[in-house]
């Protein structure tokens, strides 16, 4: 304070740097949100998931459709092979093994083989191993929610609701079970 | 200091005095000097001005966020996320531009905000984009953590306080499932104490050291809410609530004891921080020109009342909380051997918790050992009247200290026969009276009442918790409603005396 009145006379400047550092931060988190989404695209198969959804909103991120997963059901899960004896843990990771329709042609919905709370040592070529975090009463797969411009929403809301076992979500998973969403299908009809 | 009322008035009259020949242009500019009205007029000359121009500039943001929530799916993503990125850049740097070279503070912070807030508005279209689902605390916490790296740059406190608060959204936000690590109950008081605190220092803002002050509560509440559910299963409920108060009654300590430290090293962190600040483009000549005036207290750093006040009503509310006879009752059951089950719980049970109690604990015990080497120094004063003066302040510290230390030991000791209760009231009852009589000895209305409330919520709670009377009960209420109007006024006029 001493010195204030030197401070009124030449005001300190802040150097550029002091600007231009936490920009380059800001920008690099915001860049940082998508990365994994976009290494899984990149370098993923293309999968297709029988869902069932609901429709809330987001404020930062807008309109959505959240989706369940019929594979991700705790009922679902709790017949395959591999199901723990001990129940486990909320927030526990568990890996769960799909095997391609019999027609893999069409958009038909990927089934499990089997769960494990290790990523699965021996894979058939054409299975596939997607990750999520048990919740308790089914299964994260990190693609809960289905984001969709404002204006389409209420087509597709009423599409799903059509046509409930029609609808399948074309996912992305990588060598290590990750998952990016891709697009919404009901019966021919891509959202 | 005088008060900033006081220092506005003079500035608007000064130059009137000089016209009208009440004095001099050189006493007109040792006035200036020695009430410093020219930080009067670099801070923001019209608060409620400042106020409404940050709060359009949210609006401004908010409305960029749903702008871009909105999918405005007309545009092409990439070219709506450069968009976005570009509004976060411009906007900042435009604020940064009226603040730099136009001195236009008021209208910098609202652009800074704007700015700030489409950052948000770019992070929430990148997950829109990728389809990045889950919890919205990751986002919160990217967009909290830019604010920070901005607030730090520019050393510009609104932009911290809003840091800050997008801090918290995230982490009540992160409550559900599994907690982002940087939220976790070990880690996120160590983030509040290394990296919030730091920016009040940084940006010499008391409404930062607030903001923090209610993160470093937040925190230690979830680590002790974490220790409770660790511990939920292996022990009964009787020492629920001893696992839930101790982070608390301990981070309380640390916070009073801290604000003694902070206030004895004002002057050092002022020469040591100050200079850095104010010399800065102007040469270092300042600090060798000034070293032979007294050092006046930064108002921007005078941390110590408010630490004093959040830390006494922490502390006042864990003696309220444990006043009461059903808390005591819980912990009746408790042998030496469950004491010894539960302090081994709590204590050295090995996981990322329990280290964190015991660097708050002995973090808190350095502090402390600190505080009372510096309370046993001789009074230095200039008069007999100020030595008295210091020596009651001494003395009433003592007994808040102790106060704190009683609590300690007796929720470590349990439940003697009704003992414990009858000595956790009647420290409530001396704490009370010791930060009502602080109050008056300082003439601090904040802390006057903070003790006088202590007091009268006491005295009405014990009698609605017990069986007495309804004539009874009304009989305190109206005696207690005389007295605190009486202790008010008479405050009131001893302050104005």
New interface residues.
């Given amino acids: 304070m001493h010195s204030s009145k030197f401070e009124s006379k030449s005001k300190p400047k802040i150097p550029l740097w002091r600007f231009l550092v936490p920009l380059a931060i800001q920008v690099s988190l915001v860049l940082s949100i998508p990365v994994q989404k976009v290494l899984t695209i990149t370098n993923g198969t293309t999968i297709y998931l029988q869902t069932a959804p609901v429709d809330p909103y987001d404020v930062l991120r807008g309109r959505y459709v959240t989706l369940n997963y019929a594979i991700a059901q705790r009922s679902r899960l709790e017949t395959l092979p591999g199901w723990p004896d001990n129940w486990p843990n909320r927030g526990t990771e568990m890996y769960v093994v799909l095997k391609p329709p019999i027609a893999n042609q069409s958009r038909d919905a990927w089934q499990p083989v089997s769960v494990s709370e290790t990523y699965p040592e021996t894979l058939a070529p054409d299975q596939q191993v997607i990750k999520g975090r048990w919740q308790g009463w089914r299964l994260d797969l990190g693609l809960g929610a289905y984001y969709i411009p404002e204006n389409i929403g209420d087509t597709l809301e009423d599409d799903i609701w059509d046509n409930p076992e029609g609808t399948r979500a074309e996912v992305k998973v990588d060598k290590r079970g990750r998952t990016a969403l891709m697009s919404l299908w009901v019966e021919d009809r891509n959202y | 200091m005088a008060d900033h009322k006081f220092r506005r008035q003079l500035a608007e009259v000064l130059d009137s005095w000089v016209t009208e020949d009440l004095i001099g242009p050189d006493q007109r500019d040792r006035l200036y000097?020695h009430y410093?009205l020219?930080?009067l007029?670099?801070s923001a000359s019209n608060r409620f001005a400042t106020v409404l121009l940050s709060v359009g500039g949210i609006l401004i943001g908010l409305g960029i966020?749903v702008f871009?929530?909105?999918?405005w799916?007309v545009i092409p993503p990439v070219i709506r996320a450069l968009a976005a990125?570009g509004l976060?850049?411009g906007l900042?740097?435009l604020g940064?531009y009226l603040w730099?070279t136009k001195?236009r503070h008021r209208a910098a912070t609202a652009f800074l905000f704007a700015g700030e807030m489409a950052?948000?508005a770019?992070?929430?279209l990148?997950?829109?984009?990728?389809?990045?689902?889950?919890k919205?605390s990751?986002?919160?916490l990217?967009?909290s953590?830019?604010?920070l790296?901005?607030a730090?740059?520019?050393?510009h406190a609104p932009t911290g306080a809003l840091a800050i608060i997008l801090w918290l959204i995230g982490f009540v936000s992160d409550q559900n499932?599994?907690p982002t690590w940087i939220y976790a109950p070990a880690v996120i008081p160590w983030i509040t104490a290394l990296v919030l605190f730091p920016l009040a220092y940084w940006c010499r803002s008391r409404w930062i050291f607030v903001c923090s002050s209610l993160g470093w509560f937040v925190a230690l509440g979830t680590l002790a809410w974490e220790l409770e559910a660790v511990n939920d299963y292996a022990w009964n409920e009787n020492f629920e609530t001893y696992f839930l108060s101790m982070p608390l009654l301990i981070g309380a300590i640390a916070l009073w004891c801290w604000s003694f430290w902070h206030q004895r090293n004002v002057p050092w962190i002022?020469i040591n921080l100050?200079?850095f600040?104010?010399?800065?483009?102007?040469g270092a000549s300042?600090?060798v020109e000034?070293s032979s005036?007294p050092?006046?207290?930064?108002?921007g750093l005078d941390f110590g009342p408010v630490a004093q006040f959040l830390s006494l009503l922490g502390l006042v509310v864990l003696f309220y909380c444990w006043s009461f006879n059903d808390v005591w009752q819980l912990q009746f059951d408790r042998s030496v051997t469950t004491l010894g089950s539960a302090l081994r719980a709590f204590w050295l049970n090995p996981s990322a918790i329990t280290i964190s109690v015991w660097i708050l604990a002995i973090g808190t015990a350095v502090l402390w050992g600190d505080r009372i080497r510096n309370s046993l120094v001789p009074i230095e004063a200039s008069s007999e009247q100020q030595a008295a003066t210091l020596r009651t302040l001494r003395l009433s510290d003592r007994i808040i200290g102790i106060s704190a230390l009683s609590l300690l030991i007796l929720m470590h000791s349990g439940a003697w026969w009704g003992l414990s209760l009858l000595l956790t009231n009647l420290g409530l009852f001396v704490l009370g009276g010791a930060i009502t009589w602080q109050g008056l000895q300082l003439s601090q209305r904040w802390r006057f009442w903070l003790g006088l409330l202590t007091i009268t919520i006491h005295i009405i709670t014990r009698f609605f918790e017990y069986e007495t009377g309804l004539l009874v009960k009304s009989l305190v209420l109206i005696v207690c409603g005389i007295g605190v109007i009486l202790a008010g006024l008479k405050f009131e006029q001893t302050r104005q005396a």
């Avoid at chain 2, 871009?68 to 999918?71: C, E, F, L, T, V």
């Avoid at chain 2, 050092?295 to 108002?299: A, E, N, T, V």
Wanted: proline share 4%.
């Fill in positions: 000097a410093q020219d930080t007029s670099a966020i871009i929530a909105a999918n799916d990125l976060m850049a900042q740097g940064l730099q001195g950052m948000g770019s992070i929430g990148m997950a829109q984009w990728f389809q990045v689902s889950g919205p990751g986002l919160f990217a967009w953590l830019g604010i790296a901005m730090y740059g520019l050393r499932g599994t002022q100050g200079p600040q104010r010399i800065e483009g102007s300042t600090s000034n005036r050092l006046s207290l930064d108002p």
